[in-house]
């Protein structure tokens, strides 16, 4: 292995084969002093006199490095993994980095992205241009999605900004836009734990809900609001009337 390969890659392309030479000489002639029974000075000789080539062989991404992009960039950039980029070359021997994706669910995030976004926007149509800073309207997606026991992130997708795995990214976990009745489920499954009805028990899922009685410190929802129902059922239609935590 080379030492600083960039600045040898540099100085090659400039046309200036000097430094390189010189560096394959001198591991020729290790090889030499260590194996003197296979190589010979002849074959030695002969091979320091060969001009130094390149063979461009492009690297071929792996599925998993295209499935797991988004994810890796972003744990690159989250402590400790960030400080490692301050350590010597010589103490990431042997250092071995885990995350917690499951690439089979990063697939299926990938796939249902990509397949979604053209299918919603076939039949809702971006605005035309001008509306967005000049530029059309674009739907984007994400998909984050973490284990409940230990808050880790399994499957991160995201698709409508383009290739970038950073952009990807950035729209699974810094986006600023309000998440609108997307937070209904969070807030429900707290108050489903929380929360008590009148006669003391616990709510769940098949709880009979009267929005007459739903309230907080005697807030009532004035929009959304249907009948008495179950949270289940009032969380498939969006409807605000949801239990509230106490």
Known sequence: MLVGPNDLLKEVRRGDNDRITKLRNRVLGRLRDKWPTRYSDTEIGAAKTEEVRFIARPYVEQPLDVVCRSFVDYSTRQQPLFD???LAPQQ???LNIYTSADPDLMREAAKIIANSIPSIERRFPPVTAGACGGKNDRMLGAIVALDPQTGEIIAMAGGGGGKDGAQYAKFAVNAIDAPASTIKPFWQAKALAEAKLPS????????????????INGFRPRAGITGPGRPRTKLAISADDLPQTT
């Open 84 to 86: 490692l980029q301050n």
């Open 92 to 94: 990431f021997s042997r």
């Open 200 to 215: 003391g028990g616990r709510y769940t899922a098949a709880s009979i809900i009267d929005p007459t009685n739903a309230s």
